[in-house]
């Protein structure tokens, strides 16, 4: 389930699958939280480490600031001082957490200063009284540890209230009734569609990347029906005080999750408003008044435009946190949003009063132009103070907040190890299935498409590598299976689209495949980050045929990388044998899916005639044509059977030959051993740190490939082609030859040092 036992501390949060069982995610109702509440008795034994960016967050103070004050009492005004929060920090570094607890911490502070009927919802950020001394201690390491007993509901900790303005007129909550009319956008706004100039191109990666992102626009003063005074004041509600908007359902299951498990102890409640599941159990769970909602823009927007009681109290909420910020207001994504944004800030003076949090991994990643772009006088390079600077415009941040940056140059987590394998397209399976059989854990490969998804599930299901398929084509509830068997089998593969790049926190992923190389760098950054999560290793490997080397040289670029990702060395007697495997599958994959194709074609035309109420023309119906067709048919399939036995028989067979002998390090350890128990897998996965193998291969090839690449010396003709005045397209044309020399070359001299 979902829920956390009470006293649960965030390391075993970090390792606790979250349940994403359908059930489960169904049931996901205030219940829950009222549950854990109760159920709690040994709470105090909790012990949750400050996420390092709330750390950082509270380390960011005036320059002036830092000299004179303490480091204690820096962190205490970032943590309470209730300024919007801008923040960038490395995949699986706790983001989730470092808005989450000053939420946590926010609504409790304002539900005891209600209760002393005192409200102004203001502190001061030169406040030193919000977090109590006696509940921030200092661990071994010399860091200062917020103890979670801190933010539980006891009068102690709610009694500072240092206002600095008087409370607006409250609203009134007291009536029963509430409002019927559905909400229809009123025409003054101007919606995302009507908009042709703002229309964006899936494809157009580059410009979109290099102006960043643009489908919000704050439109001040817009009167929204549903938000009528009148109406408002008939509310029987709970507040409804901080929204947490995310880019995927899934995503916000799980913030939720990791949420109820810090609300222990609380009277805080909280839901889960997303599309795919039924809309009708969401609005029971609003109608009873969570303080906290949890979304996605779509079904959000859906529920606000019917007219939701709770969700028409968006313009009033003290908390608005958007995850995945950078993705959720890229350019042609989440209109919805524009819309939600413009309501929750249509109330200048509770915008004034509200703290936003807005985080990613890459909010403050830029795009490098191409060269040839930087001689443009029109073209302006963006930086992360503009791309910031834009956010805070769409978003409405206050003045008074803090940028927190703490992300590498690389973009990627410290923890991760990266490599990359140059193949043809057709050998991509190859490495994917030699990687899986020499490397077995929990593995996600990330693909670009749904049908390439769709295509690698029908294969790695006859090669017997349960695979569980991830895409957006998929139901909500066969999504959250997948996920559920996924999390729950230490040497499970999952073959997902980008649906699952970002937030998803599965614990335990030890290797990140990408099997094609992603559109943009933010993309790389986030799949890669589903491994090396919260200071555990990981390896991500990045498949790249031909046609994709001037988009990973893009990639390298954007990184920051001067060298290119090491190779990830392979052994070539192994592949003799996979190779055999993966053609064999194929084929019996393409006799299956013609068998399909022909049954599916029959089928829609027998029912076609059916509904209809057409029968077939006797003189047409050829009996003799008819039979060998049955007959086909039947061949079809015992070929079929035939097959699969044959593919059976040659997967028992053990991949390693007995007298293989490797000088790569693959015969023991953690990641390595192919015919290691799932048990033994299992109880070694705390461990992988030091013992993956896979990993540790990783960065002693790298040293050698380094050497290797300075002996394969490419110089660019560029200077001398350029006597001749060489037009753009032959000078990428010319470009192109090179990188693709260069690839065959690298590919040549990896090959050369797995001999
Ligand atoms: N203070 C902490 N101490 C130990 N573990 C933590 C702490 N905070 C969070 N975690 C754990 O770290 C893991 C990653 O956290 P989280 O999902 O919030 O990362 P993130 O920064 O949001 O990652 P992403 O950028 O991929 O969304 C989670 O399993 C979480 O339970």
Redesign the pocket.
């Known amino acids: 389930m979902g829920k956390k036992k009470a006293g649960q ?3 075993s ?4 699958p979250i349940d994403f069982t359908p059930d489960n995610v169904e049931n996901l109702d205030l219940d829950a939280a009222e549950e854990i509440g109760e159920s709690s008795e040994n709470h105090t034994d909790s012990k ?7 750390e950082e967050v509270g380390n960011q103070s005036k320059e002036d600031d830092v000299k004179k004050t303490s480091r204690r009492k820096r962190k205490k005004k970032a943590i309470k001082g209730r300024m919007d929060i801008i923040g960038a ?10 808005f ?1 607890i000053p939420i946590i911490h926010g609504i409790l502070l304002d539900k005891g200063r209600e209760a002393d009927g005192n409200d102004s919802g203001l502190e001061s950020s030169d406040d030193e009284e919000g977090i109590d001394e006696d509940n921030v201690s200092i661990d071994e390491e010399g860091v200062e540890v917020l103890d979670p007993s801190a933010l539980y509901l006891n009068g102690e900790n709610l009694e500072d209230s240092d206002e600095e303005e008087d409370e607006p007129k409250e609203l009134d909550f007291e009536t029963e009734e509430g409002i019927q009319e559905p909400f229809e956008f009123p025409d003054e706004v101007e919606s995302f569609e009507n908009d042709s100039e703002i229309e964006a191109d899936e494809g157009d990666d580059e410009e979109m990347e290099n102006q960043g992102f643009g489908c919000v626009r704050v439109i001040k003063d817009v009167k929204f029906d549903f938000l009528n005074e009148d109406k408002i004041q008939k509310y029987p509600r709970r507040k409804l005080r901080a929204l947490i908007i995310t880019p995927t359902r899934e ?1 916000a299951v ?2 939720n999750s ?1 949420l109820l ?1 810090v609300l222990v102890n609380t009277d805080i409640k909280t839901a889960v408003v997303v599309g795919g599941m039924s809309s009708q159990k969401q609005e029971r769970v609003l109608a009873r008044g969570p303080d906290i909602v949890i979304g996605t823009p779509g079904r959000l927007w859906e529920l606000l435009q019917q007219g939701n009681h709770h969700l028409c109290q968006l313009p009033y909420i003290r908390y608005l946190a958007i ?2 910020t950078d993705r959720m207001v890229e350019r042609g994504h989440f209109q919805e949003l524009t819309k939600l944004l413009e309501v929750i800030n249509s109330e200048e003076s509770a915008k004034e009063k509200r703290q936003t949090f807005v ?3 890459t909010l403050t990643m830029i795009h490098k132009l191409p060269k040839r772009m930087n001689f443009k006088k029109k073209v302006v390079q963006m930086t992360s103070e503009i791309k910031i600077e834009n956010l805070v415009r769409m978003i409405g941040i206050k003045k008074n907040r803090k940028v927190v940056d703490v992300t590498r140059t690389f973009g990627t987590a410290e923890s991760l190890t990266e490599a990359k394998i140059f193949c043809d397209k057709e050998e991509k399976d190859y490495y994917l299935y030699y990687l899986l059989k020499q490397y077995p854990g929990r593995t996600l490969v990330f693909c670009n498409s749904i049908d390439c998804v769709r295509r690698l599930n029908n294969l790695f299901s006859i090669l017997q590598c349960q695979p569980q398929p991830l895409h957006a084509s998929m139901q909500q509830k066969q999504r959250l299976k997948s996920l559920e068997r996924f999390s729950s089998n230490p040497r499970a593969l999952l073959l997902a689209t980008d649906v699952a790049a ?4 599965i ?1 335990n992923i030890q290797h990140v495949i990408h099997y094609q190389v992603p559109r943009t760098a933010e993309t790389y950054v ?1 799949r890669s ?2 491994t090396a ?3 555990q290793e990981g390896l991500s490997v990045l498949f790249i045929d031909s046609s994709e080397i001037s988009k990973y040289h893009q990639l390298c670029r954007t990184l920051n990388r001067e060298t290119e990702l090491p190779p990830f060395p392979t052994d070539i007697h192994i592949m003799k044998q996979v190779r055999e495997r993966v053609n064999f599958a194929r084929n019996l994959e393409k006799k299956e899916h013609t068998t399909r194709k022909q049954n599916v074609e029959e089928d829609w035309w027998k029912k076609m005639a059916k509904e209809s109420m057409l029968d077939l023309d006797e003189e047409e119906y050829d009996e003799d044509f008819d039979r060998e067709k049955k007959m086909k048919a039947a061949r079809n399939k015992r070929e079929i059977n035939a097959m699969r036995a044959q593919m059976t028989q040659m997967l028992k067979k053990p991949l390693l030959s007995s007298n293989f002998s490797s000088r790569y390090p693959t015969q023991s350890g953690t990641l390595v051993n192919p015919f290691q128990s799932a048990q033994d897998l299992e109880n070694s996965v705390g461990s992988v740190r030091t013992n993956n193998k896979a990993i540790n291969l990783v960065k002693k090839e790298s040293k050698d490939f380094s050497k290797l690449v300075k002996t394969v010396k490419i110089k660019p003709p560029l200077s001398r082609t350029s006597k001749k005045k060489m037009k753009g397209f032959e000078k990428r044309k010319l470009r192109r030859e090179q990188e693709k020399k260069r690839f065959l070359k690298e590919r040549e001299a990896e090959r050369r040092g797995e001999m």
């Open positions: 501390s965030a390391e949060l970090a390792s606790t949750l480490e400050t996420p390092p960016i709330l920090a490395e995949t699986g570094s706790g983001k989730t957490l470092a989450g995503l799980q913030i990791h498990a995850d995945e985080f990613s991994a970002r937030g998803l926190d614990p986030h980050g589903r999560r919260a200071t």
